[in-house]
């Protein structure tokens, strides 16, 4: 089945910082979705791009589906951005399930 | 309600025992989605349905495991005899179908601990 890797697993932040996380799958895409987890465990919808970019505030993500990466980026990060970012997709011609990446896990000092 | 919700936030059980677990997708929303996640992971696929049918329930671990959705709206998962390794977190998610409208938004999920 289609793989998710994500960079980096950790990533620690003084307040202000700007950062970049990326997502790698093996395999054509219907569908990428980026989460935030928050210290709850609630997954937090940020992103549905499985093309394109989109921009929502402080927040951005870019997927350049042809070469099956998706970025997304965080600037001037506040400690409130803490917790786990998922990157996860749905492989084209198959089942509608997300395949999830292991997350990157953002830590921003204040 | 607005979003998908999950009872019982928390379940505890014994090894052995019969639990099920509820999930009220977003009104409206046709597809209904099942995963697991344990501690340090990305959330696992269990099972999907598209209305009232499974359509695909490659997910599941083993024959203990049972989904339904019998009108095609709220969803109980069910496992039998509980083992320690079903202890996880069962998340919830619904969307308006697929491709286009395929975007999933998830519940806050049940902490299952069995002892």
């Known amino acids: 089945g289609i793989q998710v890797e994500q960079s980096p697993p950790d990533l620690i932040l003084q307040e202000g910082a700007n950062s970049t996380l990326r997502c790698n799958f093996s395999?054509?895409?219907?569908?990428l979705q980026w989460f935030h987890q928050n210290p709850w465990g609630q997954l937090i919808n940020l992103f549905y791009i499985p093309s394109g970019t989109k921009q929502n505030g402080r927040l951005s993500a870019t997927t350049v589906a042809t070469e099956r990466y998706s970025l997304l980026y965080i600037s001037s990060s506040q400690t409130t951005d803490s917790g786990v970012y998922f990157c996860a997709v749905v492989a084209q011609g198959g089942s509608e399930k997300l395949v999830f990446g292991k997350g990157t896990k953002l830590t921003v000092n204040p | 309600g607005a979003g998908v919700s999950q009872t019982p936030s928390n379940k505890v059980t014994e090894k052995g025992k019969y639990v099920e677990l509820r999930c009220d997708p977003i009104s409206g929303h046709t597809a209904l989605y099942w995963y697991r996640q344990s501690l340090g992971q990305g959330p696992e696929f269990l099972i999907y349905f598209q209305g009232t049918g499974a359509a695909d329930d490659s997910g599941l671990p083993n024959d203990r495991f049972f989904a339904v959705r019998p009108e095609g709206s709220v969803s109980t998962l069910k496992i039998q005899r509980t083992e320690r390794g079903d202890s996880a977190v069962y998340l919830c998610?619904?969307?308006?179908?697929?491709?286009?409208?395929?975007?999933?938004?998830f519940g806050p999920g049940t902490r299952l601990t069995v002892l």
């Open positions: 998610a619904s969307s308006w179908g697929t491709s286009d409208v395929g975007e999933q938004f």
């Open positions: 395999d054509s895409v219907n569908n």
